[in-house]
């Protein structure tokens, strides 16, 4: 079982809710998950959802909110080529469809379809745009697994569907955005702060603080991940230094011969010496020990010493063959 079938899982368990909230959200969901057909002049109301729960709720509500007698079919969807089919679950109502229609105010007085929702939802409470966003959810909700990028999105039946749900996030202190993908618009929520809150004001309390602990270890295994990578890339570039450290110290011995400083000889030898070494336990391995920045510096002047002398040589050399 994925998180999105735990925390649709718990929603759905949720019972104890005044009448008016439970006909938001069965509205919602109706509106969401199907809406309103017409075969042969007369409504028909069909909803479909990926969860079987949240599908036995609303069939249970239309039955003792409503009083209408609703179907709950399993429809199998076998996909197109190779792969396993997909289950889903429809609440169908038949011969009480329009009766229902304008008692969840799916239509309107002048018996037209609504096109986003019901008005009783978009002027209601608190607690009624809480219940619309958990009917929303369970009919077309989908959450990410908790990891670089979290996601809480809605596949809304049409523009004013979701510009209605938007504002009822708003009225939640929370901003939802609108986007449009692949012909349907989507409401999303892709804070992480945002996403958790919206569970909690939804009423799924555990899977919220299971989606919560999983984003914070990932954020820490991201972390860890970052740093190590970091580190090996560090140890990887000292490395290249210190080889090219080790090679310009051997080239500065065979220009220089005998007529180097002694403080620097000693320098360059600790550096062919200890190969793997920072410049800071070279500095310790000096005799006597000195800083980081002295062991730095003793190696660079004796690389200018040699660049120095090099120089030098190819203008004898050339001046040579001039004569």
């Known amino acids: 079982m994925t998180l999105l079938d735990d925390v649709k899982d718990e929603l759905a368990a949720i019972g104890n809710e005044p009448a008016a909230v439970k006909k938001a959200q069965a509205a919602t969901m109706i509106r969401f998950g199907g809406g309103l057909h017409l075969i042969r002049k007369h409504i028909v109301i069909e909803a479909q959802f990926d969860n079987r729960h949240a599908a036995q709720?609303?069939?249970?509500?239309?039955?003792?909110?409503?009083?209408?007698?609703?179907?709950?079919?399993?429809v199998r969807r076998q996909p197109i080529g190779a792969g396993m089919g997909v289950t889903r679950y429809s609440v169908r109502v038949l011969r009480q469809g329009g009766a229902l229609a304008l008692q969840t105010g799916l239509l309107n007085r002048q018996k037209r379809p609504v096109r986003g929702l019901p008005v009783d939802i978009v002027d209601g409470d608190l607690a009624q745009a809480k219940a619309a966003w958990r009917g929303a959810f369970l009919a077309h909700g989908t959450l990410s697994d908790p990891g670089a990028s979290s996601l809480l999105e809605i596949v809304c039946p049409g523009y004013d569907a979701a510009s209605d749900l938007a504002r009822a996030a708003k009225r939640l202190k929370i901003t939802a955005n609108i986007r449009q993908a692949k012909n349907t618009q989507r409401i999303v929520l892709r804070d992480p702060d945002l996403v958790e809150k919206m569970l909690l004001l939804l009423g799924a309390e555990r899977t919220s603080r299971e989606w919560s602990g999983k984003r914070m270890n990932g954020e820490a295994r991201g972390k860890v991940n970052r740093l190590v990578n970091f580190d090996d890339a560090n140890m990887r570039r000292s490395a290249k230094a210190a080889v090219e450290a080790i090679a310009k110290v051997k080239h500065a011995f065979e220009v220089l011969g005998d007529g180097i400083p002694e403080n620097l000889r000693a320098a360059?030898?600790?550096?062919?010496?200890?190969?793997?070494?920072?410049?800071?336990?070279?500095?310790?391995?000096?005799?006597?020990?000195?800083?980081?920045?002295?062991?730095?510096?003793?190696?660079?002047?004796l690389f200018q010493l040699s660049e120095r002398a090099e120089v030098e040589q190819q203008q004898n050399n050339g001046g040579t063959r001039d004569k």
């Open 57 to 74: 709720w609303l069939k249970d509500a239309i039955e003792t909110v409503y009083g209408d007698d609703a179907d709950l079919l399993e």
């Open 268 to 301: 360059g030898q600790l550096r062919l010496d200890y190969p793997d070494a920072s410049l800071e336990e070279l500095g310790k391995l000096a005799d006597p020990p000195i800083t980081k920045d002295a062991i730095a510096g003793r190696i660079r002047r």
